[in-house]
């Protein structure tokens, strides 16, 4: 892609709105804690640090409304704790130039770090940045510094509290994260009507597992109806599609197809009504048509073999959906839950991630150490300038950089955009009416309230509030908003063109990173079909291969879910050496789908403790494995993969298993698709 269509493509992307807003009553609650702070710190303190303790509860609002399955009270506690001490510290060295200029690059080279744990942490770090750019400017002595201080803290505090006080539907987030993952279920099952090898995106159930980690306290409050249905979901998965796919004995036309149809069909409505009752915790109301097609008697007569024990096992899983939706199955037990650890214990695995990534080639540590650079050098440009206000060139800095092309430049576009309409706005309103001290924090709440409902709606939206938000807190300090105009959007102007320039210059592209992301996700796919084949020959062992084939599942969709982001941040960046033609990469995306399909084939089959084993199968786990790890090798070093040892155990295979060859049959198909796409010149 040339850098003219790059340029296009990502500043429409950041001007482009999506209809997703954030709860009204969140959005109100976050404005209400802000009302308090602003208007107590306003009575008691005055203007000056009304404006602090306004930026403190300001961004601890923000920080609650990240996409995080921690807590929200801690999440208001950290970012005003963390911003407290950043404005503390950082009022300490304002004083001098030379020395601030210094603790500055360090600061912001920390947050830029900070993305290695996390988005939510790195948006914290880098709006901590921001506001100390901000607040660091307006006490005039130690103990005063200390006071704005302790207000952002109680900023906080407050958020903090409300949400405790207050709670807006409780545990909606995990609520949410679970009736997606059956709505894509139920989604999944209704395309496999049409299309019988049809894909299944992992990322809603990846989503469900992070939601369902709380800690040992959260285990005792949590609702009954959000224990077990996950893991249902899990396992109802390979079932709906051992239940479609023609490659285990299902025709492609007649009554067996057409049985499998209606199945399907019911299923998907069974998941959507659990669904449902699991977003809004309403009592289920069971579909009876449904439940009657999956119970019908007549289905044993119908279909045989594999799609038969399909169809029975897919009609008890989901009486078992039914009833942990009701809070009444066994799922929805007390007993044994993912451990969530609380922060402090969280803080050294935190330290080691983020030292990992102090390496040469890191695209973390490409991105500290860029947006360190450019924070500093826009923040003495905008020092040197005639125009006062020089900080807000390094707060667009901070605020648009993050560690890909795409995201960096498209909000670079969008802050420019949502600044030019919030200051004119604002500034039109106050230069019109000029409202005074108490009307302009009532406005400025009123933008915070904005703000946060459409926080999800997209970047520039979102600035044209934080623009006006920060204008009335200025005006309301005693500014003269006026000026604020023409240097504020020459100076994002400058720190939003530095941030793009800086991109080009010190880049951390994904284009030459798509071979090794491929690899991953070639030998995790192997991985797992090998731990999925190695249960047949030691069916004994339940248990443990069971274990075993769960870490490969997880690793498997983790290395496909990186391919997939690399991809989209592939797409638009300006680098024609990729390495992998688009037509290559497309086509082996689908050959490893294909191994994936084989593996979850065979996975919905699995023997039981009492079945016979298949010790050939051990054997063919084994080629498949050194296979994939030299195969990984190949991919990344740009040469075709072969698959000797796989493919010579396989000539020699002789037993007959129904489904056992059926799946290294659609195996074997996909690891010869994979070398056709990558053999391509």
Known sequence: MTWLRALKETARSGLRLEPRRVAPAVALRGACGLALVVGGALALFGPVVAVSSAFGAFQAAIATLQRSWRPRPVLALASGGSLAVSTFIGYLAAGHLGIFAVLLAVWTLIAGLAWAVG???????????????????????????????AMIAVGGVVQAALIVLFPV?????????????????????????????????????????????????????????????????????????????????????????????????????????????????????PPAPALAVL??????????????????????????????????????????????????????????????????????????????????????????LPLGHGYW????????????????????????????IGVGVATA???????????????????AFCTYLVLRSGYAVTNVGISAYVVFLLGM?????GQTVPERVLLTLIGGLLAMLSYALYPAWETPRLRSRLADWLKADCRYVAAVV???????????????????????????????EAMTRAAHEPVRGRGLSRTAAEAASGALAKLGRGGMLLEAHLPGRGDSPVPAAATLAKALRQDADRAAKAVRERRTPHWDRFDHTLAQWSYDHEVLDRGITLTAEALTDLTTALARP
Request: contains cysteine; charged residues 25%; positive net charge.
């Open 119 to 149: 988005p939510t942490v790195g948006i914290i770090g880098a709006s901590n940045v921001a506001i100390m750019l901000v607040t660091v400017t307006l006490p005039t002595s130690v103990a005063a510094a200390a006071g704005h201080a």
């Open 169 to 285: 539907r409780p545990w909606g987030a995990q609520r949410d994260a679970l009736a997606d993952a059956l709505a894509a279920e139920a989604d999944y099952a209704r395309r496999l009507r049409h299309d019988p090898t049809a894909p299944f995106d992992p990322a809603p159930l990846m989503v469900a597992r992070s939601a369902a980690a709380v800690t040992p306290r959260e285990a005792r409050r949590r609702p009954a109806e959000l224990h077990g249905a996950r893991g249902l979901a899990e396992r109802i998965r390979p079932v709906l599609a051992s239940l479609a796919d023609p490659a285990l004995g299902v025709p492609d036309e007649g009554p067996g197809r057409d049985r499998v149809r209606e199945l399907l069909a019911a299923a998907g409505t069974v998941l959507d009504t659990a669904a449902g009752a699991v977003r809004h915790g309403a009592p289920v109301a």
């Open 295 to 384: 119970r019908t008697p007549d289905t044993g007569a119908i279909l045989t073999g594999p799609p038969r024990r399909a169809a029975l096992r897919l009609a008890a899983l989901l009486d078992e959906v039914l009833e942990t939706a009701r809070g009444e199955g066994e799922g929805a037990g007390r007993g044994g839950h993912r451990d969530r650890p609380p922060l402090l214990r969280l803080l050294p695995g935190a330290l080691r991630t983020v030292r990992a990534e102090i390496r040469r080639g890191s695209p973390i540590m490409r991105h500290a150490l860029r947006v360190s650079t450019v924070v500093v050098t826009s923040y003495l440009v905008g020092s040197a």
């Open 393 to 420: 060139a390094p707060i667009t800095s901070v605020m648009v950089m993050r560690p890909d092309f795409t995201q960096t430049y498209a909000r670079s576009v969008a802050r420019f955009g949502g600044t030019l």
């Open 429 to 447: 309103v106050l230069e019109t009416a000029s409202p005074g001290t108490w009307l302009s924090a009532a406005l400025a709440v009123l933008c």
């Open 477 to 481: 300090g005693g500014e003269d908003a």
């Open 534 to 564: 190695d249960h047949y020959a030691r069916p004994a062992e339940a248990d443990a291969s069971a274990r075993d084939i769960r870490r490969a599942l997880l690793a498997a969709r983790d290395a496909r879910i990186a391919w997939q």
